[in-house]
């Protein structure tokens, strides 16, 4: 036996070893299905297999380029490049790069990113002169992309009668009119959105069978990870594949099924056993991550789901501390106990920033987790912002880079055929948009006839676009002997981009000119990666693509000792030593907008096992008794999350509050009943009144109470407050007492705190510790 197979245990070895035919490994939470896809491939290698005979299919680069570097620790670095393994849609593109002809496009076409797509639509809806307000260009993208990876194309969405009802009953009639204005633009302009890598793929192996059987005789053993993922297109893609050898293996949890908001189909993984001919299963239920009680607590969770595949995930690990929950009165108080928390544990458990992970439901919810982490000086770092790459100036650069590969990209040429400014103004644009359409060209092709075509352009402006498309040309010649960062330096400075960005001096404009320098550094790294490869060049195009299929986890080197703050989302498949979940909140999580159904609410409990699941050894759970949403402050409740996991593996760090009943009516509606006119006898000496007291008349009005004898009477004095005495504060953090003033209740200080600077605070009411100078 492989050395390698000993580090496997007998549940993982068994489908490892399995060479032929369809299998299926349920793979519960940290059980080591990475460990068996990576072992599989190289045992398989080892009995013989071509590496060019076998697909992986992984949803990040990231977990793509990992696996790579195992297995060729394994077989050897030469035979390990030779593997065709990465995400869906970069698998994809490299196949539709090959065949693009067939289906009518340059083999360098672009991929078009979600702006991209978005800024096409928008142009669309402008054109056909429709109400933006009524067709909002993200709202019609996101209809799109879900029709494209059901396999509605335009053809089918005109078949359907239903589908163009619906849309009407939308107030959304003219739908698949710009759905095919923005598929016929997209292909006239050579270019593919991400759905389109999908799409186009299935309709290459459909409508061109010998495509599909070059395909199936090259990839006669298939792996798919995170099954439970998939949507129906790649289902579809991933069947016809691996319907002539049916040398298939799939992994997935479909306790971890979370992505049913982009169109994944938990049925993939529940009837696999369906879809093919004497299916063998596997189930890997040890978990290696995570302690008992976290293992225990994911456990009970799940179980309250009634859509699930058969599995008990056990550990040997120790029986560790039990999960914590603690209840706050505000966010601004939860990213506060957080930050503390995090604070203390380092110094207890010598551990570093990126030990630790805070998950939320909203992106909205790092605001206040930012801000604690800010004034305790805790460096972190926020996964699924604003990608470096959709930046402005990244993007300007980049649209350049486009148009060497592709001129016929107009979301390119519109971007930078005046950036830096060359006096070609939007009314040239725009008569150069009426051209294009009119002759059913591209913008740039009427640009180099501009002597055929009238266009009632003035002479210079006509210079200034044949100037611009000689220097794309040159640009494309120079291109044929450059790698990336030669041709990316090459265009900054011909361009005048790098110049003109030098002329803002403001820290902004130093921050876009340390970003470029970024994006050249990145690509000198490419150059770099890719001399390694056996099958690369460092080129241009190479480098564009790796660009449009890249995330923001597949960015990350692992090398910044920051916390990570992310949605849950974000985090599947990753794992930290402490993880706090915070927002543990009805309507927040499980989220308000998807408790309609059952298979709403059952998808939100498995997003809860994930975020659950991501802890190796301490796991937190916070709420809070009020929260700031869509402007209004709300009171809040506890999640029912909380209470369905098993009370001998959670712990309270505050007493848990009775569910208070929300009346749904306004109690200012009722008249108050005066009960002394109910009264049928007078009350005798000594016996109480039976109306409310003052308090509790204040409470139901909540009246403020008048300023209590020894608040009138506040002495900073004696409260050990004086000029020079260091304090700290809840929020402020600590500070020095620079000035006091005013007497009683209305003696205020001046502090100034390290984080919070100068504050003027009023004292009776400021809650000070008194440090020791």
């Known amino acids: 036996m492989q050395e390698y197979l000993s580090q496997l245990n007998d549940a993982q070895l068994a489908p490892t070893i399995q060479k032929d035919g369809a299998m299926i490994v349920i793979a519960g939470a940290g059980s080591g299905k990475t460990r068996v896809l990576t072992f599989r491939i190289a045992y398989l290698m080892s009995k013989g297999v071509d590496p060019f005979n076998i697909l992986a299919l992984t949803f990040t680069n990231k977990a793509a380029r990992e696996m790579k570097k195992r297995i060729s620790e394994i077989v050897g670095a030469s035979e390990g490049k030779n593997l065709w393994m990465g995400t869906f849609h970069s698998v994809f593109a490299k196949i539709l790069r090959y065949e693009a002809d067939k289906l009518g496009y340059p083999s360098n076409f672009t991929i078009y990113?979600?702006?991209?797509?978005?800024?096409?639509?928008?142009?669309?809806?402008?054109?056909?002169?429709?109400?933006?307000?009524?067709?909002?260009?993200?709202?019609?993208?996101?209809?799109?992309?879900?029709?494209?990876?059901?396999?509605i194309t335009v053809k089918a969405y005109f078949s359907n009668p239903e589908l163009m009802e619906a849309d009407a009953m939308a107030k959304i009639p003219r739908l698949g009119e710009i759905y095919k204005s923005y598929v016929e633009k997209c292909f006239k302009a050579g270019a593919m959105d991400f759905d389109d890598l999908l799409l186009k793929t299935n309709e290459l192996l459909t409508r061109f069978p010998e495509v599909l059987a070059k395909y199936q005789n090259r990839f006669r053993y298939i792996l798919?990870?995170?099954?439970?993922?998939?949507?129906?297109?790649?289902?579809?893609?991933?069947?016809?594949?691996?319907?002539?050898?049916?040398?298939?293996?799939?992994?997935?949890?479909?306790?971890?099924s979370i992505y049913a908001f982009r169109g994944a189909n938990i049925n993939n993984i529940l009837n696999f056993q369906k879809d093919y001919d004497d299916v063998k299963v596997y189930r890997l239920e040890q978990n290696y991550r995570s302690t008992k009680n976290i293992v225990n607590a994911a456990n009970s969770i799940i179980e309250k789901n009634k859509t699930r595949l058969d599995k008990?995930?056990?550990?040997?690990?120790?029986?560790?501390?039990?999960?914590?929950?603690?209840?706050?009165?505000?966010?601004?108080?939860?990213?506060?106990?957080?930050?503390?928390?995090?604070?203390?544990?380092?110094?207890?458990?010598?551990?570093?920033?990126?030990?630790?992970?805070?998950?939320?439901?909203?992106?909205?919810?790092?605001?206040?987790?930012?801000?604690?982490?800010?004034?305790?000086?805790?460096?972190?770092?926020?996964?699924?912002?604003?990608?470096?790459?959709?930046?402005?100036?990244?993007?300007?650069?980049?649209?350049?880079?486009?148009?060497?590969l592709n001129p016929k990209d107009e979301e390119a040429l519109k971007r930078v055929i005046n950036y830096p400014a060359r006096g070609i103004g939007q009314t040239t644009i725009e008569r150069l948009t009426v051209a294009a359409n009119h002759y059913g060209r591209s913008m740039f092709e009427v640009m180099q006839h501009l002597q055929k075509i009238e266009l009632n352009i003035n002479?210079?402006?006509?210079?200034?676009?044949?100037?611009?498309?000689?220097?794309?040309?040159?640009?494309?010649?120079?291109?044929?002997?450059?790698?990336?960062?030669?041709?990316?330096?090459?265009?900054?400075?011909?361009?005048?981009?790098?110049?003109?960005?030098?002329?803002?001096?403001?820290?902004?404009?130093?921050?876009?000119?340390?970003?470029?320098?970024?994006?050249?550094?990145?690509?000198?790294?490419?150059?770099?990666?890719?001399?390694?490869?056996?099958?690369?060049?460092?080129?241009?195009?190479?480098?564009?693509?790796?660009?449009?299929?890249?995330?923001?986890?597949?960015?990350?080197?692992?090398?910044?000792?920051?916390?990570?703050?992310?949605?849950?989302?974000?985090?599947?498949?990753?794992e930290f030593p402490y993880v706090y979940v915070v927002g543990m909140e009805e309507d927040l999580f499980p989220s308000g907008m998807s408790m309609s159904t059952r298979e709403?609410?059952?998808?939100?409990?498995?997003?809860?096992?994930?975020?659950?699941?991501?802890?190796?050894?301490?796991?937190?759970?916070?709420?809070?008794?009020?929260?700031?949403?869509?402007?209004?402050?709300?009171?809040?409740?506890?999640?029912?999350?909380?209470?369905?996991?098993?009370?001998?593996?959670?712990?309270?760090?505050?007493?848990?509050?009775?569910?208070?009943?929300?009346?749904?009516?306004?109690?200012?509606?009722?008249?108050?009943?005066?009960?002394?006119?109910?009264?049928?006898?007078?009350?005798?000496?000594?016996?109480?009144?039976?109306?409310?007291?003052?308090?509790?008349?204040?409470?139901?009005?909540?009246?403020?109470?008048?300023?209590?004898?020894?608040?009138?009477?506040?002495?900073?004095?004696?409260?050990?407050?004086?000029?020079?005495?260091?304090?700290?504060?809840?929020?402020?953090?600590?500070?020095?007492?620079?000035?006091?003033?005013?007497?009683?209740?209305?003696?205020?200080?001046?502090?100034?705190?390290?984080?919070?600077?100068?504050?003027?605070?009023?004292?009776?009411?400021?809650?000070?510790?008194?440090?020791?100078?």
């Open 600 to 773: 709403e609410l059952e998808e939100e409990r498995r997003l809860f096992y994930v975020a659950l699941t991501r802890a190796e050894k301490q796991a937190y759970l916070t709420y809070t008794q009020s929260r700031y949403r869509w402007g209004k402050l709300i009171d809040a409740e506890p999640s029912r999350f909380i209470e369905e996991i098993d009370a001998n593996y959670i712990e309270y760090l505050t007493p848990i509050t009775e569910q208070r009943y929300k009346p749904l009516l306004d109690a200012d509606i009722f008249d108050e009943v005066d009960k002394s006119k109910l009264r049928l006898r007078k009350p005798t000496a000594g016996e109480a009144p039976s109306g409310p007291t003052q308090d509790q008349i204040r409470k139901l009005r909540k009246m403020k109470p008048a300023t209590s004898a020894s608040e009138k009477n506040f002495d900073a004095a004696k409260a050990n407050l004086h000029i020079g005495t260091w304090v700290e504060h809840v929020r402020f953090g600590k500070g020095k007492i620079t000035k006091i003033e005013g007497a009683g209740a209305d003696t205020k200080a001046e502090i100034n705190f390290a984080n919070g600077g100068l504050k003027k605070l009023l004292l009776r009411f400021a809650k000070l510790n008194v440090l020791d100078s």
């Open 459 to 574: 002479k210079g402006t006509q210079t200034k676009l044949q100037n611009f498309v000689t220097m794309i040309q040159s640009f494309q010649v120079v291109n044929q002997n450059y790698d990336v960062f030669q041709i990316a330096e090459h265009v900054t400075k011909k361009t005048g981009l790098y110049t003109e960005l030098k002329k803002d001096g403001s820290p902004e404009g130093i921050a876009r000119i340390e970003n470029i320098e970024e994006l050249l550094n990145g690509m000198r790294d490419f150059v770099e990666e890719q001399r390694e490869l056996a099958d690369s060049t460092g080129s241009l195009s190479e480098f564009m693509e790796d660009v449009a299929l890249a995330t923001d986890l597949d960015n990350d080197k692992g090398d910044d000792d920051r916390v990570a703050l992310m949605t849950v989302h974000l985090a599947k498949g990753l």
């Open 224 to 256: 798919v990870d995170e099954y439970q993922d998939t949507n129906h297109s790649q289902y579809l893609i991933v069947r016809a594949l691996s319907d002539k050898f049916q040398n298939i293996c799939v992994v997935g949890d479909d306790a971890q």
């Open 312 to 404: 008990v995930v056990w550990t040997a690990n120790d029986e560790g501390v039990k999960i914590k929950v603690n209840r706050t009165m505000t966010d601004g108080d939860e990213g506060r106990f957080v930050a503390s928390n995090i604070f203390e544990t380092q110094m207890n458990e010598k551990a570093q920033n990126g030990d630790f992970a805070i998950l939320y439901r909203t992106n909205a919810q790092s605001r206040a987790m930012e801000d604690a982490l800010r004034k305790k000086d805790i460096p972190y770092r926020i996964y699924g912002g604003l990608s470096f790459y959709q930046r402005k100036e990244i993007k300007d650069v980049l649209s350049y880079l486009r148009l060497i």
């Open 113 to 151: 990113d979600t702006q991209d797509s978005q800024s096409v639509i928008r142009a669309v809806i402008k054109e056909m002169q429709l109400d933006k307000e009524i067709y909002k260009y993200k709202q019609v993208y996101s209809r799109i992309s879900s029709y494209k990876n059901s396999l």
